[in-house]
């Protein structure tokens, strides 16, 4: 269900209001939601913990205690790096190589549609 107009203008009063009284935690708070999961970092987590996981039962199946050790901090690793997430860069891509791309004019003409399309509802 969309925000009425009343709501809105109250949220952008909030948000106004939250950016001048305390800049550094609205920054804070703007960048949390820019953490996202890499896929790659996903899969090789997953595979290392399965590794991991592999190594720490034959350590136990073949009665070596730090075989059984070295597979558990390989499988608690792989877990660690799967569900770490990566800060996403200004292009919107997760790891980011490079700045922030210049927009398209296809991205122009969207971004000028949606423009308008905010100031007929105001």
Known sequence: ???SDREQKLLEQLEQQLNAEDPQFATSMS???TRRFSTSRLVSGAVAAVVGLAVLLWGVSQHA?????????????GVYVGTARTKASPSGRPGGRGGARKNTPFMDGLEQRWEKRRNQDT
């Open 65 to 77: 205690i730090w075989l059984g050790i070295i597979g558990f901090v390989l499988m608690a690793a």
């Open 1 to 3: 269900m969309p925000l």
């Open 31 to 33: 960048e949390a939601g």
